[in-house]
């Protein structure tokens, strides 16, 4: 299990240490920083074995969290927990920085002690823990017994992301479909490869104990319940459901539930949290086409056309769009135009970027350029990095619809039809790449 | 609040300050200190000369304050053990607090303090614990166990907490189960044949169902220890599946990796001709490749596990290959290993993509990256026989970039290419041979060493090119001297005519010049063939080679086998065995994968595999290259990192190379140290001078010769010392017991005189060990078969192993004996040499004793002499060698010659030496490094009795 976590700055100055078990020495420390945070070459893996200690790293920002151990530990729950550490101290205290941890360090060792014992990871829920550690110190001594008791039982208990007898005068739900849609395109406009990684993340202000139902167009779903019901429009049903490749839940939710009947039914956490993730790669809709061309002009100067079309309802409008056309290294000047938006090169990032603020469904715009190249003697070709591109849709790429969204809550006097529902779609593009 | 003022206070008397603030009567003053004090401890001032007044700061109300104590209290209670012991009624007196967190809180620190004194009194509260009403408490308590049992293992055994704990497995809390089977397992890590994690359908049962219902970590821990278990019959292993394939769907990836372990470790059990069977195929798929979309570092830990299940169940994903395309910004790490899959996935029908892909990696900034890819194209043309030629002139592209890793990377796989389809691609020669200026490193010259020599007869100018090679032979690595030297003999062969003169150059240069005994060796036989038959000659270095095969850096199927059932863990992700890099005795016990069940086949069989649409088992996989006999018998393989596996016949190969260093060994040792007239008889006279300095080389490369046909490359046996009584017969009712040890073929070996000086017939002999330092324990019963007469005498050798109980004796290495026989029962003590445990594979690699030779602190290095120890180094080094003592690197300064060497122990315990031997000085200097100190004396001592018999 993990013998010991470091927290380090970007000097390698150690913030916060916590040893749990006694076969970590204090070198450990030291050990890390010399041979990875000051390593004179670049750390290839995330985990690094020096003389038998094995060390898990994660940076956020500039900040570097070490789980360390000498046993053969389960990697991946390290880095989840690593993770989830970053998550914990977010909720508590905001961004990961040198100057939040130390103002917060007596936090992060109560923190420290509480999810991690003996280097096993216990109920690092925020919502559980936010009852019983607080920046303001331990609410200890002014707990009834009935309270401490709730704290014990929750933390411990079946349902650890939610605590008794939450009220709202308003019950309401915020429901977003955020997409990132990825794409790998070759030059020639044929798709490499693309998928949709989706997340359902949920805000709920729900009172009591809330039973919850999700529906959507499921693929699996819709084919049964049309095989079961009239089947007069079951082509027509089909065509309207997508084919999830695969999907993971947040605690929450019933999985045996979902092996077995594939729904989807859980008591939700209160507040933000992130119902579940999917991947689908059959039928995407691609918003953007990029049409590359690139043409060198001798050795010193390369010419650069590319379109983009857009591919969606034109009563839908795309936002945030820009474009990123890699220039090499040698570049010593660029002319630009371009019909819509503004492009400017931005010889720090070597790339022109081209941005357009809106563009509505089937339209096409385009950009010329005229890139000058110093002469070199390097005979290494330019790599050529593709051209990649980000925006953001007011629709799901993968096709995904929210069919219902049910709220049971047998003690309390609302039913479904008191709660305010709010549903939205996102979809952003998430590595969107053509090679030119 | 702002806590950051804390770690800015670096002033002089700063702690005497902190010693009055501790001290003062103001509550948030004290707590303010006691906050610096922590700031401070956190970067790594010492701060322990406080701890009379923290301690003093325990008794409060103040939650806060308290658990700030107490962290300091942990860290530093050791080095204070009797002060700390004015802390243990407060925590006596917490473990009954009305607030169960207080409680819980104080158990959970009092485990966490390392000193002998605490931990006899947290037995009480510990036990009041276990049973208390709250959960929180439980739970805790749960951990605390296998905190105890780290400190004290037989406390825990003596105080029954075990079986508290054990019943803890039916709590009716989730994560209080989740808990106790953490600790137990981790407990039953160290004691591997106990049978504490006593799994059985009902306890199997109860896991299962606080399965459903545990936090995310719990999950792991219980998913961790299902794995362990193995089902009775393919029905139990099923409908365990069926409860564990839920959790496929957790957004936990490290609870996704663990149910892939569970699944993929008992779906060995199931009939492959069970739908359940294709159906759990198919559902793995997805939430494989879903761990992909998580963050870089989980992404690396997925793909390390992804690699071993490709090549355990290629068929799972054999349909994913296009997931694995690299992204531009993925890190490097990410990258590295998804190439490492899309090769293992290349197949007939994703060949075009793949190579496509290759193509386009290969012009990549990253070089470890880029000559990956470029290896990766070769792999595939190796690989898939219809993609070889848009392979080959793909590389030829590569090649005309110029860009020199590129150009080497691609000589190097080319050189395969020839190996996998001869006479086919031999067109490109001239190409290659363009660009030999640019070779620099040792691998891509070797390869392209190699190819002119093994088409000498089509390149007008090989002996030109080898001859530029010649000049500077002796700054060539071993690898590209040992590749000329074997491609000018065939050179020689086929154009006998024009080089003889090079021939007898490089031959000259082989044996006389160098040092290296690889290359020596070589060049002797080399030499010894073409003298007495060049026919022969013609037949061995020209032989037809073994086609190689198209995977070729498959992990070898029994590592496979355990590595699966590792999944998720640090083993998969090194790729190597917990023991590899785990200290102690965790975690060495090898997992195994249950047998198949239903069809009573093996999972490898062909037939099931061709009836399920599994492809054929996987092909034999290359051993570990490097030693010196298999060097010699792959004459023309090139030496280590080569993708050549030694040919599949080699055991007939072998006699004949037998047979031939028999021969030559004899007319070695008849005439030729005379004058090497024979030698000279077939073949042009080697030069004159040869016979001077000829004997000094030739005793060496003797001995070398005669190792390797006497034992067969094992090392000679280990040094054991003569006989010594352990049982008088006075003592012995008349049986008088003398014995030593020895270590033989890796088995240790209690060996003894059993004499009968009484009266009466002795039968019913057995023997039995104490508890010891190393474990040894009889591996088998005392084998007297006969009755021992009156004045009879009988040798007896008892195998040891090492895995008995263990315990602590002093001096380190006695041993106490009892041996029963019809008369009575016997007790006598002996010490055994330490060397008996050093174990064959102590071997460490350099770079790895540099860095533990730099990690292990300087109070752990322990300084001995031995006399009148006459002995050069290397002499020496071969001796100690002799009883697995290994030389690592030498080092000679100011004429004292510094040996390196390393010591492995049956416990896994390393040993690092420096040995120190001046010339002529009979003392020797030997310096021990280790960290347990305590095996450095009975080390020492070993090395005194190796070098002095």
């Known amino acids: 299990m993990i013998g010991g976590l470091f927290i380090y700055n970007h000097k390698g100055e150690v913030l916060i240490s916590r040893v749990y078990r006694d076969d970590i020495g204090r070198n450990a420390v030291d050990a890390f920083r010399v041979n990875v945070i000051h390593a004179r070459q670049q750390v290839r893996s995330p985990v690094t074995n020096i003389a038998r200690t094995s060390f898990f790293h994660v940076k956020r920002s500039n900040i570097w969290l070490a789980a360390v151990t000498k046993q053969n530990v389960n990697a991946a729950m390290v880095f989840e927990f690593l993770y989830k550490m970053c ?350 | 609040m702002t806590d950051s003022k804390y770690f800015t206070t670096t002033k002089k008397g700063e702690i005497f300050e902190l010693k009055a603030e501790l001290n003062s009567d103001k509550k948030e003053k004290k707590k303010e200190a006691v906050k610096k004090v922590i700031a401070s401890m956190t970067v790594g001032k010492d701060v322990s000369a406080l701890f009379p007044d923290v301690v003093n700061c325990m008794q409060t109300d103040n939650l806060e304050l308290k658990k700030l104590v107490y962290l300091y209290l942990m860290n530093y209670a050791k080095s204070q053990p009797d002060m700390a012991i004015m802390a243990v009624n407060t925590f006596v007196k917490d473990c009954e607090d009305p607030n169960p967190l207080i409680r819980a809180l104080a158990v959970r620190t009092m485990g966490c303090i390392r000193v002998d004194k605490i931990t006899e009194y947290l037995c009480e509260p510990l036990r009041k614990c276990l049973k208390d009403e709250d959960p929180y408490v439980r739970k805790t308590a749960a951990v605390c166990v296998a905190k105890l049992h780290d400190i004290n293992a037989q406390l825990v055994e003596d105080q029954g907490f075990l079986d508290t704990l054990k019943d803890l497995i039916s709590d009716s809390n989730p994560m209080v189960v989740a808990n106790a089977v953490a600790a137990l397992s981790e407990i039953a890590e160290s004691h591997p044949n106990s049978n504490l994690l006593d799994l059985n359908p009902q306890t199997i049962n109860k896991l299962l169902t606080a399965l459903n219902e545990c936090t995310e970590w719990g999950q792991i821990f219980i998913l961790d220890c299902l794995a362990n278990y193995t089902p009775r019959d393919d029905r139990e292993s099923q409908s365990i599946c069926e409860r564990v394939t839920p959790r496929l769907s957790h957004a936990n990836s490290a609870v996704v990796l663990s149910a892939v372990k569970v699944l993929m470790k008992f779906m060995e059990m199931l009939p492959k001709d069970l739908d359940y069977y294709g159906t759990l195929l198919k559902k793995l798929a997805p939430p494989l490749v879903t761990l992909l979309s998580a963050e870089p570092e989980l992404q690396y830990v997925a793909l390390r596990n992804i690699n071993l299940i490709v090549q355990r169940r290629p068929e799972i994903l054999k349909h994913e290959m296009k997931v694995f395309f690299v992204k531009y910004n993925d890190p490097i790490y990410v990258k590295l290993e998804k190439l490492d899959i899309m090769i293992r996935l290349a197949s007939q029908a994703n060949i075009a993509q793949v190579l496509a892909e290759l193509k386009e990696y290969a012009t990549e900034v990253d070089v470890d990256f880029v000559r990956k890819a470029v290896r990766a194209i070769g792999r595939c043309a190796i690989k898939v026989e219809q993609s070889a030629e848009r392979c080959v002139s793909t590389l030829l592209d590569l090649i005309q970039t110029k860009v020199n890793y590129v150009v080497q990377e691609a000589i190097v796989v080319i050189k395969d290419i020839f190996r996998k389809y001869p006479n086919k691609y031999e067109s490109v020669i001239a190409t290659l041979c363009e660009n030999l200026d640019s070779l620099d490193e040792p691998e891509a010259r070797a390869a392209m060493i190699w190819i002119v020599g093994e088409y000498a007869e089509r390149i007008d100018n090989a002996d030109e090119l080898l001859e530029s090679f010649l000049e500077g032979f002796h700054d060539e690595s071993t690898q590209v001297q040992l590749q000329l030297l074997t491609a000018i003999v065939k050179l020689f062969l086929k154009k006998p005519t024009e080089t003889q003169e090079l021939v007898q150059q490089v031959l000259s240069l082989a044996t006389q010049d160098s040092d290296n005994p690889d290359l020596r060796d070589r060049g002797y036989i080399y030499w010894r063939l073409l003298s007495t038959d060049p026919v ?414």
């Open chain 2, 536 to 949: 022969a000659a013609k037949e061995v270095v020209l032989a037809e080679k073994p086609l190689i095969s198209e995977e070729t850096d498959l992990i070898e199927p029994t590592l496979l086998e355990e590595l699966i059932c590792h999944i998720g863990t640090l083993a998969s992700v090194y790729h190597k065995p917990p023991s590899a890099f785990v200290e102690g005795s965790r975690g060495v016990q090898h997992k195994r994968l249950p047998g198949s069940a239903g069809s009573g086949e093996s999972v490898e069989s062909p037939d099931t595999g061709s009836a399920a649409g599994v492809p054929d088992a996987p092909p034999a996989v290359i051993p570990s290259q490097g030693d010196l006999l298999g060097d010699l018998l792959n004459l023309d393989l090139t030496p280590p990192a080569t993708s050549g596996p030694p040919p599949p016949a080699t055991s007939g190969l072998q006699l004949g190379a037998m047979d031939l260093l028999g021969g030559g060994l004899d007319s070695l040792l008849g005439g030729d140290l005379g004058g090497g007239s024979a030698m000279g008889a077939g073949f042009g006279a080697p030069p004159a001078a040869t016979a001077a300095p000829f004997s000094a080389p030739v005793s060496g490369g003797l001995d070398d010769l005669f190792d390797l046909g006497g034992g067969v490359g094992m090392p000679m046996g280990a040094y054991s010392p003569p006989k010594t009584v352990w049982l008088p017969a006075m003592k012995g009712k008349g049986l008088e017991i003398s014995g030593t040890f020895a270590r033989r073929g890796g088995v240790i070996q209690m060996e003894m005189t059993l004499t009968n000086k009484a009266m009466s017939v002795m039968t019913d002999f057995a023997i039995q060990f104490n508890r010891n330092s190393f474990g040894l324990a009889p591996a088998g019963p005392l084998q007297v078969l006969t009755p021992l007469s009156p004045n009879q005498s009988i040798e007896v050798s008892l195998p040891l192993s090492t895995v008995g109980p263990v315990m602590k004796m002093d001096p380190l290495n006695n041993l106490q004996v009892a041996v029963k026989n019809n008369i009575d029962v016997f007790y006598f003590s002996c010490q055994y040499p330490i060397s008996m445990l050093f174990v064959e594979d102590g071997k460490m690699e350099r770079q790895v004793f540099l860095a533990t030779w730099k990690d292990i602190p300087n109070d752990n290095e322990a300084q001995f002499q031995i006399k009148d120890c006459h002995l050069s180094s290397d002499a020496a080094s071969s001796k100690l060698q002799g009883s697995n003592i290994f030389t690592i690197a030498k080092r000679t300064v100011d004429g004292q010659d510094m040996l390196y060497q390393s010591v492995k122990l049956s416990n896994g315990i390393w040993v690092l030496a420096e040995l120190r031997v001046q010339t002529g000085n009979p003392i020797f200097t030997v310096c021990l490094k280790c960290r347990a100190p305590e095996v450095s004396q009975c080390v020492f001592q070993s090395y005194e009795a190796v070098l002095k018999n």
């Open chain 1, 87 to 436: 998550d914990v101290m977010t909720a508590y205290f905001g961004k990961i920085s040198e100057e939040n941890i130390k103002n917060n360090f007596v936090l992060i060792y109560e923190l420290l002690d509480e999810i991690l014992d003996f280097g096993y990871p216990q109920n690092s829920e925020t919502g559980a823990l936010k009852t019983f550690i607080t920046q303001q110190g331990i609410k200890g001594q002014c707990q009834t017994k009935e309270e401490q008791s709730q704290i014990t039982s929750q933390v411990t208990g079946q349902i650890g992301w939610r605590r008794e007898g939450i009220k709202y005068r308003r019950n309401e739900l915020f429901l977003d479909v955020l997409e990132s849609v990825n794409l790998l395109m070759s030059p020639q406009g044929q798709v490499l490869s693309a998928h949709v990684s989706g997340r359902v993340v949920m805000k709920s202000y729900l009172s009591g104990m809330p039973e919850c139902k999700f529906g959507m167009n499921d693929k699996i779903v819709i084919d049964k319940q049309g095989k079961g019901g009239a089947s007069d429009d079951a082509g027509k049903s089909g065509k309207q459901s997508i084919a999830i490749d695969d999907c993971t839940f947040h605690q929450c939710v019933r999985l045996s539930k979902f092996d077995s009947e594939r729904s989807i039914s859980f008591i939700p956490p209160d507040g933000e949290y992130e119902l579940m993730r999917y991947r689908t790669t059959k039928d995407i809709i691609l918003p953007f086409r990029v049409i590359p061309l690139v043409r060198e002009v001798g050795r010193t100067k390369l010419e650069v056309k590319v379109v983009i079309k857009s591919n969606f309802k034109p009563s839908l409008l795309a936002q945030k769009i820009e474009v990123r056309i890699p220039t090499p290294l040698n570049t010593s000047g660029v002319q630009v135009i371009c019909m819509k938006g503004k492009a400017k090169y931005k010889a720090s990032e070597n790339a022109i970027v081209w941005k357009i603020k809106r563009m509505a469904g089937m339209k096409e715009s385009q950009i010329s350029a005229e890139i000058e190249l110093l002469p070199t003697n390097d005979k290494k070709k330019w790599a050529r990095p593709p051209i990649s591109m980000n925006f953001e849709v007011p629709f799901a790429p993968s096709g995904l619809k929210v069919r219902y969204l049910k709220v049971f809550e047998s003690k309390l006097n609302y039913s479904d039809h008191d709660v305010i529902k709010w549903v939205r779609y996102i979809g952003r593009s998430g590595i969107y790449e053509t090679r030119c």
